[in-house]
Nanobody
Framework: QLVDSGGGLVQPGGSLRLSCAASRLTTLDNYAITWFRQSPGKEREGISCINSSGNSTTYADSVKGRFTISRDNAEKMAYLHIHNLEPEDTAVYYC??????????????????????WGRGTQVTVSS
């Protein structure tokens, strides 16, 4: 139901914009969006989430200040802007959607077991 894209090979310090398309969902309005990543040999990590209306965001400490999550409900799209990439950011990045209409609290979560839909992932490799 979700298609994530935008990954690639980037040099340290570079930037990327990852996209998450929910074209097969009737609406994205009541879904919170979360981005996860998984590096080889490591557990999947929730890195950022945004609530259904887009006015509340959460970031993991590991990406705070370098990653920005956003969404466009009219286009049924979500994005993850990644700046100042580091080799440690190398991973497969996944977007996921959780049915979470307001006023449910917290506005979004980074718990994988709560997600209703997943993308297949997009590879980000940071290397010189």
């Amino acid at each position: 139901q979700l298609v994530d894209s935008g990954g690639g090979l980037v040099q340290p310090g570079g930037s990327l914009r990852l996209s998450c398309a929910a074209s097969r969902l009737t609406t994205l309005d009541n879904y919170a969006i979360t981005w996860f990543r998984q590096s080889p040999g490591k557990e999947r990590e929730g890195i950022s989430c945004i609530n259904s209306s887009g006015n509340s965001t959460t970031y993991a400490d590991s990406v705070k200040g370098r990653f920005t999550i956003s969404r466009d409900n009219a286009e049924k799209m979500a994005y993850l802007h990644i700046h100042n990439l580091e080799p440690e950011d190398t991973a497969v990045y996944y977007c996921a959607a959780e049915f979470r209409p307001p006023p449910v609290q917290p506005p979004c979560t980074m718990t994988g077991s709560r997600m209703d839909y997943w993308g297949r992932g997009t590879q980000v490799t940071v290397s010189s």
